[in-house]
């Protein structure tokens, strides 16, 4: 679901279902707490900047073919 966090290097078993706003962490995962609103906030904003320096490092490497 959105405004969840699964923490780097849990393993989520299938057919495991993350409700809204949780932080799971583990081997295997399970619900640590819930998010703040704050953290919930600071998820959409993280996502957001990943998603933009990513286009930005496409678009040089790109740029970086051309002169070669």
């Not at 706003?21 to 900047?49: C, F, I, M, S």
């Not at 286009?55 to 070669?68: A, M, Q």
């Amino acid at each position: 679901e959105t405004e969840s966090f699964v923490a780097a290097g849990a393993v989520v078993p299938p057919d495991t279902r993350i409700p809204s706003g949780q932080l799971w962490v583990g081997q295997p995962a399970r619900k640590l707490r819930d998010l703040t609103p704050e953290e919930r906030t600071k998820l959409h904003y993280q996502a957001n900047e990943v998603c933009r320096e990513r286009k930005e490092r496409k678009k040089r490497k790109w740029w970086r073919w051309l002169r070669l």
